[in-house]
């Protein structure tokens, strides 16, 4: 599907946005590899009748210790994705609470996300819970789940945070799965986790860009050979055909320069002419515009149901939440305390254009918005207990978090479990 070319000359994305990361993130970026909103706009999300009236003046995050189990406040209403906004609300500590599976419980974790079997020390950033301010979550019920995905195929589509995703869900539910009832059948692009007894599949689909790239397999390691065919999604999509649940996400790739080799044509043999060099938000309207296309023209929404994960927030700038000594997300141990802490790992320009596209389809598409809330959590990122190239850190590695902390990638169990629930949520 052709998208018109846009002017020469656009503004470019901020240089802040690049900046923060500089040689580091890219080198986390190009490290990737492959292994084992809805109609609502991002800005202007509903929020439910409160019970108890609050100050929403810009006031640090209440921690407090053990307040919450999973029940919830009882003086909150019980979540309704038609009248509850799950965007604003606070990280509550629990230690009562176990998660719903360990590393060593779930044997689909890539090694890149086992923080704690990679020599984290502290566990305790898989202990807080997100409360909501005008409603409850439901705590994730793996049966439960399981039972809504009975006969279907539930697949997440993006880069390595939406395969995080994917390995959160596979191990919420996999403890319910008797063994011998289930199996995983791993490709480049195409990974499928199924649970015989419930004729479930839950699928990952690698495709970073959402559109075509000469860079989704195999990954290209200098960004200055990638290439987004903007216009051109049929590559990917002939898999996503038939889906009963499609989880959509892409972002963090669409940072790797101020311009992105954009090209309208298939790719040449061998050539790396004929593109165009777009500013960053130029290329990602077009991207996404394309894959709306595709949506709105292939997707009977009867029959499948579309979600989109907003941005992953990266944490690489200290002086973001006020720590001018600190090291970017290493040895970060609790949450932002500030009330609606935004920093400069979340582009809300990208928000708009994807609240802008999003908002202008055909077919509902039902926004997961986890960025304010993953905002807070600048100590679940993997940062130095973590794998590159499919080799975990050295010692020498590790004595330099400054080039060599994961600050976009998290842990788990941690924070993409909440995603999943606010997912399942949805899915009741």
């Known amino acids: 599907m052709s998208t018109p070319r846009p002017p020469r000359g656009e503004v470019p994305l901020s240089l802040i946005i690049y900046a923060f990361g500089g ?19 991002v800005f202007r999300l509903k929020s ?3 019970r108890n009236s609050g100050n929403n003046s810009d006031v640090a995050v209440d921690l407090d210790v053990d307040a919450l189990n999973y029940a919830g406040d009882s003086d909150l209403l019980e979540f309704d994705a038609e009248e509850c906004s799950v965007v604003h609300g606070k990280w509550v500590f629990n230690s009562s609470i176990k998660p719903l599976y360990f590393e060593k419980s779930c044997p689909y974790l890539d090694r890149q996300v086992t ?3 990679n020599g984290r020390p502290d566990s305790d950033y898989r202990h807080w819970q997100w409360q909501p301010d005008d409603c409850n979550l439901p705590r994730f019920n793996p049966k439960i789940a399981l039972e809504n995905l009975q006969g279907k195929r539930l697949m997440f589509v993006g880069d390595s ?8 869900f596979v191990c919420l539910v996999n403890s319910v799965i008797p063994e011998g009832q289930k199996y995983m059948k791993r490709g480049r692009l195409h990974t499928i986790f199924k649970a015989k007894k419930f004729n479930a599949t839950v699928e990952y689909y690698w495709a970073p ?22 216009d051109s999604v049929a590559k990917h999509a002939k898999h996503w055909i038939g889906v009963d649940i499609l989880v959509f996400s892409t972002y963090v790739w669409w940072l790797g320069g101020l311009k992105i080799k954009s090209l309208w044509e298939p790719f040449p043999n061998g050539s790396k002419e004929g593109y165009d060099e777009l500013d960053a938000l130029v290329s990602y309207r077009l991207g996404l515009q394309t894959w709306a296309n595709w949506v709105d023209s292939n997707v009977d929404p009867n029959k499948t149901r579309v979600f989109f994960t907003t941005m992953s927030p990266t944490h690489h700038r200290s002086e973001d939440w006020g720590d ?3 090291i970017k997300c290493f040895n970060e141990t609790s949450p932002i305390g500030k009330k609606r802490h935004w920093g400069t790992g979340s582009d809300k320009r990208i928000m708009r254009v994807m609240d802008d596209v999003i908002g202008n389809m055909k077919v509902p598409v039902t926004l997961i918005n986890i960025t304010q809330l993953s905002e807070y959590r600048k100590d679940a990122h993997v940062s130095i207990y973590t794998e590159v190239g499919g080799k975990l850190l050295t010692d020498e590695e590790n004595a330099d978090p400054l080039y060599h902390a994961d600050c976009i990638h998290w842990c788990l169990p ?3 479990d909440v995603w999943n629930q606010i997912l399942y949520a949805h899915l009741l």
């Open 23 to 41: 040689l580091t993130f890219l080198a986390l970026l190009y490290a990737e590899r492959i292994s084992s909103f809805s109609s609502i706009a």
């Open 48 to 50: 439910c009748a409160r």
């Open 115 to 117: 923080c704690l079997m």
């Open 161 to 168: 945070l939406q395969r995080g995703q994917w390995q959160s």
């Open 209 to 230: 860009y959402l559109v075509e790239s000469n860079t989704d397999y195999p990954v290209l390691t200098d960004p200055r050979k990638r290439i987004v065919r903007v």
């Open 324 to 326: 001018d000594q600190g």
């Open 414 to 416: 941690g924070v993409p």
